[in-house]
């Protein structure tokens, strides 16, 4: 074995982390009789070698070695060696992607080209290994050759010969995901593979193979799936339920495979962050600032993750170590990925997931359950339906005594907002149960409201104040105290007190703007006029140290308190001296909202448009908006941004100018475009539309808010990612919408 690997000139090849010198140890070490020597290799693999998802030249290199390891029967471990070859050759570079290839892309482009061919010209030897003794290796190489063979008939026929004679319950169960993509790739087969999957789907067949033909039925020919879809599945999870159980997977396969795609996408997902695209930043006012994300605790299965960190030194480890967690203790440890594959190819039936879900909500096996409440949270995050009943059930998970049930339900329901209304009582009933979930601390963060407080605070719910005004007591007050009593409201006026203590003992120094942001967050939310004298404070003492977010989250608190914060006008005054720049103009905004002084803000803010940072062109913008008719001599430069290059900016001067002139026909077009380029703008849009309202039948603003109500996808859903406002986002925009077409009153919904 790995014959000539000496004679490669390693040293001359690059990976991720550089030298690919040690690139010859970590082949050897896959075929290492010790686990954890061949896990470091793996994980080497695919954290240097096949960099989230990358092929370098060393990666070509080793595509060779790499099949000697898969073919040879005394390697342990062989099934994620094709597991990595087939991740390794199966990018799909289609028409679209060749199009838009730059010169800085062309090497890597053809690398993966390269690997395709390689990986491809090879795929015989899968042939031999759907058959081999190693079950992991069985479980691998159906996937492998649907992806990688270049005989897809012949692939099919492979596939479907050894079905009857394979033993193994989820080998078998691998061989018809590999029809499906079989399927998926070659169409003029779609037809073919469904008849087959149909058949299988029938009563003669055990029920875990039933429900994976009909996952890859939804999957690659949803239209032949039967009417009665629904209960069929619902009868399919009772017979799984009612089987009896054949223990934990077989020396650990399952927690050994699968983890490819997993490496790939993980990743991906904690590679450095990338500075926001353009046109894509929030709209100024928005309570923004850099690294003050009000919500951004990381995720629970995130936290999860870097929980098993310490237990184990390798990426790989730690993904097989949740596999396993996840695995332990179910009857069929796969009939979660059945079922997420059957709702991903039920699209956008909502009903039918719905149904479904509420069935699997139901159910007496605990598991079906915590799978059922996280793919709520995904169907709900991405689709617009009726989920009240969904919704009541999920609450339910809330009190039952498995603690990661009741975790994933109260996440789930945290996203929620108003839609979380069914479960108000339950949220309610286990904040009382379970005092010590109310603030969640993070390693190396600042604690953070629990996900059940923040649920009922977000639902404007005053059984939260509880929570909050313990919050408010404790040594450092949880970052998002803020966000949480803006969703109060005057619910959360008692609050106002201690929040006023809180920031009046905050040492000025390099750590006041974390411990200050929150308490300006939260009286700004209650515009508590009576703490002006703390956020002057503030203003005057904010340290070197992020002390330009400091003053201005201080500047929107007094700007919020509007006459009640008089005392700041002559420190606001002397702030508006240096026209041009982002205080500046805050510090005007404040003193507009302070004084009225429309003669001595509107010279900064006019200033403010002419600045070198679109932002900073943004703000002013948006404040010349605020102003209304009081700034109408400044239309004729809102006009000349209405063609700007930046998108964002083009909409906020389109809004402004609206807001000025009281002639709204002269923005609309740009705002429409604005609409239709990106999904971005949509809300900020809605709200100028709403204030216009109502939008005459058969206009283009009418025809844009009617296409926006009639879709079934929410607007802002991505594949692969959500953010935690996405569906509050979301309805609001539907709220704005039917508010623009009624014309039935002024403002932003809440």
């Known amino acids: 074995m790995f014959s000539g690997i000496d004679e490669v000139d390693w040293a001359s090849m690059e990976h991720a982390y550089g030298p690919a010198d040690d690139v010859p140890d970590l082949l050897r070490n896959l075929a290492s009789d010790d686990p954890t020597e061949r896990e470091a290799a793996l994980d080497g693999m695919y954290g240097a070698v096949h960099h989230q998802g990358d092929v370098y030249a060393c990666t070509l290199a080793c595509i060779p070695f790499l099949f000697e390891l898969a073919a040879d029967p005394g390697v342990q471990d062989r099934g994620s060696v094709v597991e990595l070859l087939t991740s390794i050759g199966g ?37 031999e290994l759907i058959a081999d003794e190693d079950r992991g290796v069985r479980l691998a190489a159906p996937l492998a050759l649907a992806t990688l063979h270049r005989h897809p008939v012949r692939v099919l026929a492979l596939l479907r010969e050894r079905l009857p004679v394979e033993c193994d319950e989820e080998v078998r169960l691998a061989l018809v995901e590999a029809a499906g993509r079989v399927a998926l790739r070659h169409r003029p087969l779609a037809g073919q593979v469904a008849e087959w999957l149909n058949g299988l789907a029938s009563r003669a067949h055990a029920p875990g193979l039933r429900l994976a033909a009909l996952a890859q039925l939804a999957r ?3 239209e032949v799936l039967p009417d009665d879809v629904v209960p069929v599945v619902a009868g399919l999870l009772h017979e799984m339920r009612s089987a009896p159980s054949p223990g934990a997977a077989r020396d650990g396969d399952r927690a050994r495979g699968a983890v490819a795609g997993q490496l790939c996408a993980h990743e991906r997902e904690t590679a450095p962050e990338q500075e926001p695209a353009p046109g894509q930043a929030p709209a100024p006012g928005a309570g923004q600032t850099p690294d003050a994300d009000p919500e951004g605790e990381p995720a629970a299965a995130a936290e999860a993750c870097r929980g098993e960190q310490a237990a184990s030194p390798t990426l790989v480890g730690q993904l097989r170590a949740l596999s396993a967690q996840e695995s332990a203790g179910r009857n069929t440890p796969w009939a979660a990925d059945l079922l997420r594959t059957l709702h991903v190819g039920l699209d956008d039936r909502v009903g039918d997931r719905t149904a479904l879900l509420a069935d699997q909500l139901r159910s007496p096996d605990r598991w079906q359950r915590i799978d059922a409440v996280r793919m709520s949270g995904g169907l709900i995050r991405a689709w617009r339906g009726a989920y009240e009943e969904l919704v ?26 108003c839609l979380a209304a069914p479960a108000a009582d339950a949220l309610a009933a286990r904040l009382t149960a379970d005092p010590g979930d109310w603030v969640k601390t993070w390693a190396g963060g600042p604690p953070g409201l629990g996900p059940t407080v923040k649920a009922l605070a977000r639902l404007g719910d005053p059984r939260a104040l509880p929570a909050l005004a313990a919050a408010l007591e404790l040594p450092r007050v949880p970052h998002d105290v803020g966000s949480a009593v803006g969703r109060l409201g005057e619910a959360a006026r008692p609050l106002a007190g201690a929040m006023r203590r809180r920031l009046a003992g905050v040492a000025l120094d390099e750590g006041a703007y974390d411990r200050a942001s929150p308490l300006l967050a939260g009286l700004t939310e209650l515009r508590a006029g009576e703490a002006a004298p703390e956020v ?5 003492g904010a340290p070197a140290y992020r002390g330009e977010w400091l003053r201005t989250a201080a500047l929107r608190a007094l700007g919020s308190f509007g006459p009640a914060a008089r005392a700041a006008v002559p420190e606001l005054r002397a702030m508006i001296r ?9 510090a005007a905004e404040a003193l507009w909202a ?7 803000v509107l010279p900064v ?43 964002w900016l083009r909409v906020d001067a389109a809004i402004a100018l609206t807001e000025v002139s009281g002639r709204p026909q002269e923005s609309l077009e740009v705002l429409l475009a604005a609409w239709e380029r990106s999904r971005h703008v949509r809300v900020r849009v809605a709200e100028c539309l709403a204030r216009l309202g109502p939008a005459p039948d058969g206009s283009a603003t009418a025809h844009v808010l009617h296409t926006e109500l009639a879709s079934v996808r929410r607007h802002n859903a991505m594949d692969g990612g959500y953010g935690s406002h996405d569906i509050h986002e979301d309805e609001k925009l539907l709220a704005l919408c039917r508010r623009a077409l009624r014309g039935t009153g002024k403002g932003t919904t809440t």
Request: aromatic share 4%; glycine share 8%; with cysteine.
């Open 220 to 222: 690659c020919s949803p």
């Open 536 to 540: 002057l404070r503030v203003l005057r």
């Open 605 to 647: 803010l006019i200033e403010g448009l002419h600045s070198d940072q679109v932002h900073d062109r943004r703000a002013a913008a948006v404040a010349l908006g605020a102003l209304g008719p009081r700034a109408a001599v400044v239309a004729p430069r809102l006009r000349g941004l209405l063609a700007h290059d930046e998108l």
């Open 91 to 127: 990018f799909d570079l289609d028409e679209d992607d060749e199009a838009e290839i730059d010169d800085d892309e062309v090497e890597g482009a053809a690398n993966y080209a390269m690997a395709a061919a390689a990986v491809t010209a090879g795929a015989g030897v899968f042939c």
């Open 578 to 586: 240096h026209p041009g720049t982002a205080s500046a103009t805050e």
């Open 594 to 600: 302070i004084s009225g002084d429309t003669d001595a």
């Open 392 to 417: 009541a059930l999920v609450g339910d998970q809330l009190s039952d005594p498995e603690p990661r049930l009741a975790e994933a339900a109260s996440h789930v329901l945290e996203e929620l907002f």
